[in-house]
């Protein structure tokens, strides 16, 4: 098994899913997580880059949000595409990825990520409300490489 693989069990992969459910019924925004074993890349270039291999500038909103996780490299970034950058302050992100990386430290993976994916949704719901004719319009599954 690869470090990638290892990094959570199936079982809390699947909870880290089932917070991204939970956090897109308060906002139309599309959450996804993608996990790595290492890049050369710095955590927020590699995001970027990932970002757009997964394909979530299409969302109608433009307000796709990735966590990236860089298992041996302890990295992480989190990232918003350009319809949340034109409307939120800032330091938006900052209290989210603090609350992931305190998490990280005591090697708590999922707890991190699940904390970190409700918030985002609870802080994306003023900007960008959940709607009855709402579309999933990105996989909720992690992805990984």
Same mark, same amino acid.
């Given at each position: 098994?690869? @470090?990638? #693989?290892?990094f959570?069990?199936p079982e #809390?992969? $699947? ?5 991204? @459910? ?6 139309? &925004? #599309?959450?996804r ?5 290492h890049?050369e890349?710095?955590?927020l270039?590699?995001a970027?880059? %990932?970002?757009?291999?997964? &394909? ?7 307000? &796709? @949000?990735?966590?990236? %996780? *860089? @298992?041996? =490299?302890?990295?992480f ?5 350009? *319809?949340?950058? $034109? ?10 990825? =603090? ?12 707890? *991190?990520?699940v904390q970190?994916?409700?918030?985002? &949704?609870?802080?994306l719901?003023s ?5 009855d004719?709402?579309e999933?319009?990105?996989?909720? #599954?992690?992805?990984?490489?």
């Open positions: 098994m690869s @470090v990638t #693989e290892e959570l069990t #809390e992969e $699947k909870e880290i899913v089932d917070a991204i @459910v939970t956090a897109e019924k308060n906002t139309s &925004g #599309e959450i997580v993608h996990i790595e074993n890049s890349k710095p955590p270039e590699r970027q880059e %990932v970002f757009y291999q997964l &394909g979530m500038e299409t969302t109608a909103a433009r307000n &796709g @949000v990735l966590f990236y %996780v *860089g @298992v041996s =490299d302890h990295t970034a989190i990232i918003g595409d350009e *319809g949340i950058d $034109k409307v939120v302050e800032g330091d938006f992100w900052n209290s989210t990825k =603090d609350l992931v990386i305190s998490h990280f430290k005591e090697k708590k993976y999922k707890d *991190g990520l970190g994916i409700l918030k985002a &949704g609870e802080r719901k900007y960008f409300p959940y709607t004719d709402d999933n319009e990105l996989s909720n #599954e992690i992805s990984k490489s």
